[in-house]
C-alpha cells in the first residue's frame, strides 16, 4: 500500500447533505476504447448510481489525477437509456429490418450452441469468426471474454492488427526495429518545441493527461505548432500556431522539410552517420549501393522531381514560407518532438507518413533523449506499459488469421485468401466466415467502410448463415443479428482497467448495481455457452467475475507491478486505483544513442532505417517504397474523381462519443451536436448557410446532416465526426450522419490497414 500516492485522503467523503444510505465508490470509468482511463467518483443510492464525479486525489506530476472526460461524467445517460436492451432477442424480419421478439436466455443459448456446433461440424473452424470489437476493456466484459470461448471450443478464424493502428503498427517496425518509441510523458516537460502533426488530443483522448501534458510543456517553455486540415480543439486550446494542411498530403510537406534540412545543412549529420542507414548515397546498405537513398529522393535523382518547399506547396497547401520555417524551427528548436496523430494513417498509403515523421525525428537527432521524440507508434519506454488484456484468451487452435480490416472479405471469398490477401499462419483460408459471434462491436456496419456494402453482404443468408451480436443498445451492427444478447454495463458488472497507451495505473472497476432485467455480463453469457458446449469448467475455472479480478490483480503483481495491494485491500481502502509514479521518466532509445554497437535496434542493420532493405525486397516500390515518398491518394482531389466529388472528407474522433458508444447519449448530443463541417467559401459556392440540412454525397452512398459552416477547416474538405448511428431512410439515405455511409473499403498496400479517411464527397442543400 506504500506507493499509493492517495494515502493522505484515501476514502471520498461523502457531501454533507448526502444522505446515510448513499455510498460514495471510486469506480474506473467504462471508458470502452475511448483513449483514456479515468478515474470516478460514483454516488450509489438505493441500489442506483444517482451522480458521477470525478477523480478526486491529490494531483502529483508523477501521478496526475485521472480527470474525467463528458463522456465519463455523462454517462449516466447511457446507463439509465430508457433503449437498453434487456432480453434475449431473436429476428423476425429480415437481416437489417430491425424486427425482434423476445426469448428466453435458455432458448437463446441453446439456439447459439446448436449452431456454434453445427457450422464447427459443417465448414470446420476456421469458419467461425470473433470480429473487432472494442466496446469494453474491462476484462470480464467485451470481446475477449468470446475469444477464450472460441478458443477453448476448438477455435476461430483470427484476426490481427486494428482499425485504429494499422499502417504505424506496421511502419514503426520498419524504421525501428519496435513500437517501443517513445518516452514517459513526465519527459515532455523537457522538450522546447512541439509539433502536434495531425494529433488532436484534447479531443481523442490519447491517454488521460495527455492533453495537459502537452499543457505542462508549452507553461515550460516549449512552442506548440498543429498541423491538421481542422482547427482542432487542440489547436485552439494547446497550440501557439495551426498549419492548416490538405489532407493525405502530410508525406509531401514531410519531405520538403527534409530537404531543407539536407540543403541547408540543419540535419544532424554526425548522428545520422553513426545511427541510421540510408540517407544518402554514402551509407546504402550491402547490395543496395545503387538504390534510391533519401537524398536521391529529396533531391529528384531518379524522378528528376526535387521535393522543394514549392513541389510541397501545390500539394499540401502549406505556403512555402511556412514549411522553410517549420523546418528550421524543428531542427533547430532542440530537443524538439514530432508526435504523430494515428487519423492521418488511417489512410491511403498510411505508411508512408509514419516512416516520414519516424525520419524526420531521426535525421534532427531527436532520438534517444530527453525532450526529444522518435515518432512512430510510441508506446512508451521501457516496456510498453500496462496494455491490454491479463484476462486469458488462450490460444487459437486455428493459425490462420485475416487483417482485422478484411472480415468482409472473408466473407465473401475467404477460400480464395490468402497472402496476397495479408493471411497469415496459413497459406490459405480453408473457408469464408460462416458464423460471426460479435461481442462489443459496432464494425460490423456502422464502423467499417462503405456500409451499403456491408449491409449487402450481411443482409446475404447463404453467407453468414448465423450472426449473434450481444450489445447494450440495438445498434446497426445488431439491427443484423439472428440473435441479440443483452449485455450489462461495467457498472453492472466487476472488471478492471489499465492505462490506454500511457498511464500506469490499473483501476478497480467494482460493481455497483445489478444489471436491469435479464442483461447478463459478457462472462457470464459465454460461460453459460461454454456450459452447453462441454467446457464450462475451463472456461470458468471456478471463478466468477469478481474472483477473475482478483486473479488479474495477481498476475500484474507478479509482471509489473510488484507493490499492487490485493483486491479486498483496494476494496476496503475505496482508493479505486494503483498508480505507478513516475519520478524519472523513461527515455527511449537511450541506450542505443549513447552506444549503437552495444545496443543495436532490432532492425535487420541495426540500425534506424531510413531505406528499409525488406520493403525493397517486396518489389513494389510505386505502392511500397523502400524510403518514405508521398503517393497521391488513389481518392484525391488531384485525381480525375475530383470532377464529380471535389471535396476531401474526414471523419476525426469526437469528444462526444468513444466511436459509436455514446451516439444516443442526450447530453452529449446536445453539447455536441452532429453536423459536417465546411469552409465558408465552400458553402457559399453551393448556397448553403450555417445550420443547412446538406446532403453529403459519393458514389458509395448518401447521408443528410446539419451543417457548420466555419472557417475552422480548410477550404475544400468537410469533416462528418464518425461515430454517429447509420439510420436509412425509405431512398437507402443515412438520416444519422454517418460518415462511413461515404467510405470506402480499400485497404493500404503494407499494412491491409483501413483507409477510411481517404474519400471524396460532393454537398448540397437537403430537405
Ligand atoms: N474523444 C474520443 N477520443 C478517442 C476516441 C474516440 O472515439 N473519441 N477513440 C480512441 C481510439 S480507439 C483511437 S484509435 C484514437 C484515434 O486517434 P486519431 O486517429 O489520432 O484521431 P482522429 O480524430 O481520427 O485524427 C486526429 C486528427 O487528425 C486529423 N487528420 C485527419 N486526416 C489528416 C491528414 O491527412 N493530415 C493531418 N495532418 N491531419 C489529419 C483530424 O482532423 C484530427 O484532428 O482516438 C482515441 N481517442
Ligand atoms: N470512418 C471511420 N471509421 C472508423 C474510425 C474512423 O476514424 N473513421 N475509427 C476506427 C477505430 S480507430 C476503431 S477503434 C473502430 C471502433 O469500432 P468498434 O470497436 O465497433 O467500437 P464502437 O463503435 O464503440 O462499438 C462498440 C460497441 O460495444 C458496445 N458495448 C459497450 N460496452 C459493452 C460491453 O461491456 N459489452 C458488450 N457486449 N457491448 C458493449 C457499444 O454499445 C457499441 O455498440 O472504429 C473504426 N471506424
Ligand atoms: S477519457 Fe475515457 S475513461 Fe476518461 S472519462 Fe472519458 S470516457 Fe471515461
Ligand atoms: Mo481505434
Known amino acids: 500500500?506504500?506507493?499509493?500516492?492517495?494515502?493522505?485522503?484515501?476514502?471520498?467523503?461523502?457531501?454533507?447533505?448526502?444522505?446515510?444510505?448513499?455510498?460514495?465508490?471510486?469506480?474506473?470509468c467504462p471508458a470502452h476504447n475511448c483513449g483514456g482511463r479515468c478515474l470516478l467518483v460514483a454516488h450509489v443510492q438505493n441500489g442506483r448510481i444517482t451522480r458521477l464525479d470525478t477523480d478526486d486525489r491529490p494531483d502529483v506530476l508523477a501521478a496526475p489525477q485521472?480527470?474525467?472526460?463528458?463522456?465519463?461524467?455523462?454517462?449516466?445517460?447511457?446507463?439509465?437509456?430508457?433503449?437498453?436492451?434487456?432480453?434475449?432477442?431473436?429476428?423476425?424480419?429480415?437481416?437489417?429490418?430491425?424486427?425482434?421478439?423476445?426469448?428466453?436466455?435458455?432458448?437463446?443459448?441453446?439456439?447459439?450452441?446448436?449452431?456454434?456446433?453445427?457450422?464447427?461440424?459443417?465448414?470446420?473452424?476456421?469458419?467461425?469468426?470473433?470480429?473487432?470489437?472494442?466496446?469494453?476493456?474491462?476484462?470480464?466484459?467485451?470481446?475477449?471474454?468470446?475469444?477464450?470461448?472460441?478458443?477453448?471450443?476448438?477455435?476461430?478464424?483470427?484476426?490481427?492488427?486494428?482499425?485504429?493502428?494499422?499502417?504505424?503498427?506496421?511502419?514503426?517496425?520498419?524504421?525501428?526495429?519496435?513500437?517501443?518509441?517513445?518516452n514517459q510523458r513526465q519527459d515532455w516537460l523537457n522538450s522546447r518545441y512541439i509539433l502536434m502533426w495531425g494529433w488532436n488530443p484534447a479531443e481523442m483522448r490519447d491517454g488521460t493527461n495527455s492533453d495537459y501534458f502537452i499543457r505542462l510543456a508549452r507553461e515550460n517553455g516549449a512552442r506548440v505548432v498543429c498541423i491538421d486540415p481542422r482547427h482542432s480543439l487542440s489547436a485552439a486550446s494547446l497550440a501557439d500556431e495551426w498549419i492548416p494542411i490538405r489532407p493525405g498530403t502530410d508525406a509531401a510537406m514531410m519531405s520538403a522539410m527534409a530537404y531543407v534540412m539536407l540543403t541547408e545543412g540543419l540535419y544532424d549529420a554526425e548522428f545520422v552517420r553513426t545511427h541510421c542507414l540510408g540517407f544518402d548515397s554514402s551509407q546504402m546498405p550491402q547490395g543496395y549501393e545503387g538504390a534510391e537513398s533519401y537524398a536521391d529522393?529529396?533531391?529528384?535523382?531518379?524522378?528528376?522531381?526535387?521535393?522543394?518547399?514549392?513541389?510541397?506547396?501545390?500539394?499540401?497547401?502549406?505556403?512555402?514560407?511556412?514549411?522553410?520555417?517549420?523546418?528550421?524551427?524543428?531542427?533547430?528548436?532542440k530537443p524538439g518532438m514530432l508526435y504523430q496523430g494515428y487519423g492521418m494513417q488511417r489512410r491511403a498509403?498510411?505508411?508512408?507518413?509514419?516512416?516520414?515523421?519516424?525520419?524526420?525525428?531521426?535525421?534532427?537527432?531527436?532520438?534517444?533523449?530527453?525532450?526529444?521524440?522518435?515518432?512512430?507508434?510510441?508506446?512508451?519506454?521501457?516496456?510498453?506499459?500496462?496494455?491490454?488484456?491479463?484476462?486469458?484468451?488462450?490460444?487459437?487452435?486455428?493459425?490462420?488469421?485475416?487483417?482485422?480490416?478484411?472480415?468482409?472479405e472473408a466473407v465473401l471469398r475467404g477460400h480464395e485468401m490468402g497472402k496476397q490477401d495479408g493471411v497469415t499462419g496459413a497459406d490459405r483460408l480453408e473457408n469464408d466466415i460462416k458464423l460471426i459471434y460479435a461481442v462489443a462491436s459496432n464494425a460490423l456496419i456502422n464502423q467499417h467502410a462503405n456500409i451499403n456494402r456491408s449491409a449487402q453482404i450481411l443482409q446475404d443468408e447463404s453467407r453468414v448463415e448465423f450472426l449473434v451480436v450481444q450489445d447494450q443498445f440495438l445498434t446497426p451492427t445488431a439491427r443484423f443479428a439472428d440473435l441479440i444478447l443483452p449485455a450489462c454495463t461495467q457498472f453492472e458488472t466487476w472488471g478492471i482497467e489499465d492505462g490506454w497507451k500511457y498511464g500506469d495505473e490499473v483501476i478497480l472497476m467494482p460493481k455497483l448495481v445489478e444489471p436491469p432485467g435479464e442483461c447478463k455480463s459478457d462472462y457470464r453469457i459465454c460461460a453459460e455457452l461454454a456450459e452447453r458446449l462441454g467446457i464450462g469448467a475451463e472456461y470458468t475455472q471456478g471463478r466468477d467475475e469478481r474472483a477473475w479480478v482478483g486473479w488479474i490483480i495477481e498476475r500484474y503483481r507478479e509482471t509489473r507491478f510488484p507493490d499492487i495491494p490485493s483486491l479486498e485491500e483496494l476494496e476496503a481502502s475505496n482508493v479505486g486505483v494503483?498508480?505507478?509514479?513516475?519520478?524519472?521518466?523513461?527515455?527511449?532509445?537511450?541506450?542505443?544513442?549513447?552506444?549503437?554497437?552495444?545496443?543495436?535496434?532490432?532492425?535487420?542493420?541495426?540500425?534506424?532505417?531510413?531505406?528499409?532493405?525488406?520493403?525493397?525486397?517486396?518489389?513494389?516500390?510505386?505502392?511500397?517504397?523502400?524510403?518514405?515518398?508521398?503517393?497521391?491518394?488513389?481518392?484525391?482531389?488531384?485525381?480525375?474523381?475530383?470532377?464529380?466529388?471535389?471535396?476531401?472528407?474526414?471523419?476525426?474522433?469526437?469528444?462526444?462519443?468513444?466511436?459509436?458508444?455514446h451516439a444516443n447519449n442526450d447530453w452529449l448530443a446536445e453539447a455536441f451536436p452532429q453536423r459536417v463541417f465546411i469552409n465558408p467559401i465552400d458553402a457559399q459556392a453551393r448556397g448553403i448557410e450555417d445550420g443547412d440540412l446538406v446532403q453529403v454525397f459519393n458514389g458509395r452512398g448518401a447521408t443528410v446532416l446539419p451543417c457548420r459552416v466555419t472557417p475552422r477547416i480548410l477550404p475544400g474538405v468537410v469533416d462528418i465526426p464518425q461515430g454517429a448511428w447509420w439510420a436509412p431512410d425509405e431512398n437507402g439515405v443515412d438520416r444519422g450522419g454517418s460518415v462511413n455511409i461515404l467510405t470506402s473499403e480499400r485497404w493500404t498496400p503494407l499494412a491491409f490497414g483501413t483507409a477510411q479517411h481517404t474519400f471524396m464527397v460532393e454537398v448540397k442543400k437537403a430537405r
Open 297 to 333: 529522393y529529396l533531391l529528384g535523382c531518379c524522378d528528376g522531381l526535387p521535393k522543394t518547399p514549392e513541389w510541397a506547396e501545390k500539394i499540401t497547401g502549406v505556403p512555402r514560407q511556412t514549411i522553410v520555417r517549420i523546418a528550421r524551427e524543428y531542427a533547430t528548436l
Open 578 to 661: 494503483y498508480a505507478n509514479p513516475v519520478t524519472q521518466p523513461a527515455i527511449a532509445f537511450a541506450d542505443f544513442r549513447r552506444d549503437p554497437q552495444a545496443y543495436p535496434l532490432d532492425t535487420p542493420s541495426g540500425k534506424i532505417e531510413i531505406f528499409s532493405q525488406s520493403l525493397h525486397e517486396l518489389g513494389r516500390p510505386n505502392e511500397i517504397p523502400a524510403i518514405p515518398k508521398y503517393i497521391q491518394e488513389w481518392e484525391s482531389p488531384f485525381g480525375p474523381e475530383a470532377k464529380q466529388y471535389p471535396l476531401q472528407a474526414i471523419g476525426h474522433h469526437t469528444l462526444s462519443r468513444v466511436h459509436s458508444t
Open 66 to 182: 485521472l480527470r474525467a472526460c463528458v463522456r465519463g461524467r455523462a454517462y449516466l445517460r447511457r446507463q439509465y437509456h430508457p433503449e437498453r436492451l434487456l432480453y434475449p432477442l431473436k429476428r423476425t424480419g429480415r437481416r437489417g429490418e430491425g424486427k425482434f421478439t423476445r426469448i428466453p436466455w435458455d432458448e437463446a443459448l441453446d439456439w447459439a450452441a446448436s449452431e456454434l456446433q453445427r457450422v464447427k461440424a459443417a465448414y470446420g473452424s476456421s469458419a467461425l469468426f470473433v470480429p473487432y470489437g472494442t466496446g469494453s476493456y474491462n476484462q470480464l466484459n467485451g470481446s475477449q471474454t468470446a475469444r477464450r470461448l472460441m478458443n477453448l471450443f476448438g477455435g476461430c478464424l483470427g484476426i490481427y492488427n486494428s482499425y485504429s493502428w494499422a499502417c504505424i503498427n506496421v511502419a514503426t517496425p520498419t524504421v525501428y526495429g519496435t513500437l517501443q518509441t517513445g
Open 349 to 408: 498509403y498510411g505508411e508512408q507518413v509514419v516512416r516520414a515523421g519516424c525520419v524526420l525525428a531521426a535525421i534532427t537527432g531527436n532520438v534517444g533523449i530527453p525532450g526529444g521524440w522518435a515518432s512512430g507508434l510510441a508506446l512508451q519506454a521501457p516496456d510498453g506499459g500496462p496494455f491490454w488484456n491479463v484476462f486469458p484468451v488462450g490460444e487459437n487452435p486455428v493459425k490462420a488469421s485475416i487483417p482485422v480490416f478484411l472480415w468482409s
Open 1 to 28: 500500500m506504500q506507493r499509493l500516492f492517495n494515502r493522505r485522503r484515501s476514502r471520498p467523503q461523502p457531501a454533507a447533505s448526502a444522505s446515510v444510505s448513499e455510498r460514495l465508490v471510486r469506480v474506473g
